[in-house]
């Protein structure tokens, strides 16, 4: 039984999924580039993953993928993406850049030029604008990574299969939708088949979707001895197929599905699917439940070992993220896992060096091990690097033991209710038995221990520390850092 790794689990809070600052849903931006090769203004609709991510990384870099006739196919490209890459711990994809580029004139735009095999310079001017100010531009501004996709449906199609077979090395991989090989009498498709004989591509993968185009009283067994107008678009594309099938062409990796369901216009949204999966088909971790509850730490080598696979796949290295190796880590280290747990902190260490937190996070390993010179050592070695309050209190816990502690009426400042922005999650503070408990609705209540001035942990739980906010003496609100993240509350009443 294969089991989705759930990277975010909620231990004192629980958050409503990609909660956005005020009432509105905002899942991109609009820019607008001026092109040379075009001689206009092209838009841009520019989806990152920082959006819509629960724990939002600034030094991450993402693949990118363009998409044609962006204002049409931006919705929901994205809606995919963040779907199979972000939405219940789903690591089915990558996480991705998305950029959609408006249609201009679009016979203008999508329509190859014969014969220039390699040459930018007698390019049509749309593949001049992608190789040499588009991808340029989404380097310079933002956290891109090597790899690069592109798709396109219909005429986009068309244009594809032109820069797949002319300029390979532009792109990792092509989703052509319905391409459009009928075009001027199948003169573009005659001239890809003629160069990508020849041709010899790294690692490079295409899809194609095809809709079913086919007239009332054609099958797909008589396609092929039809010569009518009508069924040239789908018989045009079925010669690529057939050709893309039957022949060797060393470095690409091919595949194509028949809609039967689907038109023209409806197939781009389940084609973009499935071409996705094909195009990261090695992305996905598959572990076993055997994986998380045994104290083995045989899933460390597992997780090491993928993304091994996944860096050489993408072409550059690719890390897991240091957030879900500290989950991991903190979910052993609650179980005592002791062996599984110290893996994934070393694990964390080897990958994220220059983090502070991994050290942190190795401190409190031998802590809970109760191994207190070791959790001295790399606590205060996690604040040479950074001056984190959180670590320095746990620090000045094993260094002042139980010589700091609170009265009930100390304690009653922090009473009352608190609410985490932008989520609108209520947390109520309360005294019970001389101690502070906080509480969410239906979830357990968990005991808060004090550590220093305006800090406590969590009395049973490990990296759980709230930090309270004062302001002229007041508490407004708190700090809680969790291993799945940092966040924030105002005092409500």
Known sequence: MKHSILIITFTLFTFCANAQKADNITIGKIETIYSKPLGENRKLWIYTPDITSKIPNPQKKYPVLFVLDGDT????????????????GNGILPEMIVVGVESGNRLKDFTPTLNTRGSLDSANPFVKFLATELMPYIDENFNSAPYKLLVGHSLGGLIIMDILSNYSNLFNAYIAIEPSMWYQ???????????????????????????NTLPEGITLSLLKNDKSIETQHIRSTFKLDDFLKNT???????????????????????????????IFDFYRLNATKKDFTEASPAIVAKLKTHYDIVSKEMGYEVS???????????????????AKAEAFFKLNIAYYPESH????????????????????????????????????????????????????????KYVGIYTIQPYEIDVEFYLQDRSLWSKVKGQKAEELVPISPNAFRLRN??????????????????????????????FKN
């Open 73 to 88: 196919h931006f919705y929901s490209t994205v809606g995919i993406i963040q779907q199979l890459s972000q939405a219940n």
């Open 185 to 211: 009498n199948e003169k573009f498709l005659k001239q890809n088949i003629n160069t990508l004989k020849n041709q010899n591509f790294d690692n490079t993968k295409l899809f194609i979707g095809v809709a």
């Open 248 to 278: 060797k062409i060393p470095g690409l990796k091919y595949a194509m599905k028949y809609y039967e369901d689907d038109d023209h216009n409806s197939v781009p949204l389940i084609s973009e699917y499935d071409g996705l999966r094909f």
């Open 320 to 338: 897991p993220p240091e957030a879900l190796i500290k989950y991991f880590g903190y979910n052993a280290l609650g179980k005592k896992q002791f």
């Open 357 to 412: 937190k991994v050290y942190g996070a190795y401190g409190d390993y031998y802590a809970t091990k109760k191994d207190t010179a070791n959790a001295i050592k790399y606590y205060k070695f996690a604040l040479s690097m950074n001056n984190d309050n959180i670590i320095q209190n746990k620090l000045n816990v094993l260094t002042n033991q139980n010589k700091f502690s609170l009265t009930e009426n100390e304690l009653e």
């Open 461 to 490: 739980k490990k990296g759980y520390t709230i930090t309270f906010k004062t302001n002229d003496n007041k508490i407004v609100g708190f700090t809680s850092v969790q291993p799945n993240g940092t966040f924030n509350a105002v």
